[in-house]
């Protein structure tokens, strides 16, 4: 099996939760994989939980339904409780299902850190950045039951 290789930054795509690309740091110290967002609330739409949340200031309400809730250790050593989502993340030519925290992280310069429990299938060139296009991913194969 070979792994790809990453640079410590790429640019990724979240095609469930908004169109276009964004960068996302390779972050080894990292668990979990952990998303921008603001003004997160939690409803029940009769069915399930669902998180409410916006990716910037004044942007689009997103909801998706709760995965779990998640116990991190941030940076500064303090344990937070956050909600968990499940997505598809598109890196590297290939799609991947996902779990994202959801978390503000206006005050740092990446939205997006992906840790090493997604990280684990790939290879990291912390001296290189920017290995993949931004638009080379491959559409998702889907088979038609009949």
Known sequence: MTRTVLGWREWIGLPELEGGTTMAKM??????????????SLADNGMEQV??????????????PLHEWRRVRDTGGHDTLRPVIRTTLKIAGEDHDIELCLQDRSRMSHRL??????????????????????????????????
């Open 27 to 40: 972050d080894t110290g990292a668990w979990s994989n952990t998303l921008h967002a603001e003004e997160i």
């Open 51 to 64: 998180v409410r949340f916006r990716l910037a200031k004044n942007g689009n309400w997103i909801e998706c």
């Open 113 to 146: 850190i992906l840790g090493r429990k997604f990280l684990r299938a790939f290879i990291i060139d912390p001296s290189t950045q920017c290995l993949h296009e931004k638009e080379r991913t491959n559409p998702r194969i889907r088979t038609r039951l009949e």
